[in-house]
């Protein structure tokens, strides 16, 4: 932490010690681990429902049965990350003291504890997950406060609720999810107030307030992520509920659909510069109108076809020579003023955790086909849009 956050310059010109930490049965990191474990197990997931279902020509794998065999080797080791976070307990912001100033685990392990069982559930269909998720989850005892690296107990909430979520005919007709959700064994579906009332706390009429340019503000360090974040859960949450209503209709679940996904969209057309009124602009580097020139990122500073750099670069008053398209900066402040200045790290930095769900909503949004004006296509007309159109931030959503 402090030795990259002193240097200034290319990645590849970093030749001071970088110390690396590790976790152990000593010096547990059950967060680290179990959200490790999770990542793992949607990584099996993705790839069993993708690579081995089609041609493997992408070059991703060499056959079928390599394509095959990668996702059970994932899952292997998503189990034993899980073991191991689960016997020895304790942050890993406690073990690693050099973390506690940059990333601090601040909500604690549990969450990763929830979420890491709930995604391995989905991945292996082993109840013994399930029990872990729902035992986890009864130890949350407050509201949810946002989604981000650090707090994962909205995204447990979301994951369980798909879970017991039903969507055959058979479970429909025997009564056991007449209202939509399953009992899984003796595992009655969790109460989903926690959800609902963190979509009601951020859309308008809340308790979170919005700023001039009608984005929800949350936090004054990267407000943004917090926007997108909040985007992506609200569309994956409607997601869950059109599924319950495939076997039976109900007026109050598609009026809520609806209303979470064109919340989504008004706030991802915000945080492009597509409303906001007369001080609107784009808050994505290299996608228009007004993008950010100068955001917070050393190699993007840097001098194009090498050269020195280091805080001359950061000092540097004129825009990034390097566009470093498609990140999301920080945003404006709750008084809805935003400066492009790369040594405002608060409003100017971007990150993997910025671009995550920003990039997960977009990808929400082309999946409905929802329209400029707010309108929303029918399912029987929805389009693909080509993945090279998104990354260009291209796409009329």
């Given amino acids: 932490g402090q030795a990259d ?12 010690d970088r110390p690396a930490y590790k976790i152990t049965k000593d010096k547990p990191g059950s967060d680290l681990a179990a959200e490790t474990a999770a990542a793992l197990a949607a990584a099996a997931i993705l ?48 073990s690693i003291g050099d973390a506690q100033a940059f990333y601090n685990s601040w909500s604690g392990y549990e969450d ?12 292996t269909g082993k109840n013994v997950y399930l029990q872990k998720a729902h035992t986890q989850l009864s130890k949350f005892t407050q509201q949810i406060w946002g989604a981000s690296w650090d707090d994962k107990w909205l995204w447990c909430k979301i994951l369980l609720a798909d879970i017991h979520t039903t969507d055959t005919v058979t ?19 969790p109460s989903e107030t926690d959800i609902t009332n963190f979509f009601t706390s951020y859309m308008p009429g809340g308790s979170l307030p919005y700023s001039p340019l009608g984005l929800v503000f949350r936090d004054t360090w990267g407000n943004n992520r917090y926007v997108a974040n909040a985007c992506f859960s609200a569309l994956i949450y409607a997601k869950i509920l059109e599924k319950r209503q495939t076997h039976t209709p109900d007026a109050t679940l598609k009026k809520q659909t609806q209303t ?29 109108p007004n993008p950010p020139t100068k955001p917070h990122h050393r190699a993007a500073s840097c001098p194009v076809g090498g050269g020195v750099c280091d805080w001359q670069a950061y000092n540097n008053p004129g825009p990034n020579p390097h566009t470093l398209s498609g990140a999301l900066v920080g945003g404006a402040q709750q008084d809805g003023v935003y400066v492009d200045d790369r040594q405002n790290y608060i409003s100017n930095e971007v990150a993997m955790d910025y671009n995550s769900g920003f990039t997960g909503a977009l990808g929400g949004l082309v999946e409905l086909g929802l329209r400029e004006g707010g309108g929303m296509a029918p399912s029987s007309t ?16």
């Fill in 5 to 16: 956050h002193a240097y200034w310059g290319r990645p590849e010109d970093m030749t001071m």
């Fill in 47 to 94: 790839i069993r429902e993708n690579a081995v279902s089609r041609d493997t020509g992408d070059g991703l794998f060499k056959n079928q049965d390599e394509a095959k065999a990668y996702p059970d080797l994932l899952l292997q080791h998503a189990e034993q990350l899980y073991a191991f976070a689960d016997t020895y307990r304790g942050k890993y912001s406690d």
């Fill in 112 to 123: 990763e504890l929830c979420w890491g069982a709930a995604m391995l559930y989905k991945a």
């Fill in 171 to 189: 479970e429909t007709v025997n009564g056991n999810g007449s209202d939509g959700r399953k009992s899984i064994g003796d595992l009655s579906p």
């Fill in 260 to 288: 979470y996904r064109l919340w989504a969209k008004d706030q991802i057309d915000r945080l492009l510069g597509r409303k906001g009124g007369s001080g609107s602009r784009s808050f994505v580097v290299g996608v228009e």
């Fill in 382 to 397: 929805r389009q693909r849009t080509p993945r090279t159109l998104l990354a260009q931030g291209r796409v009329k959503v």
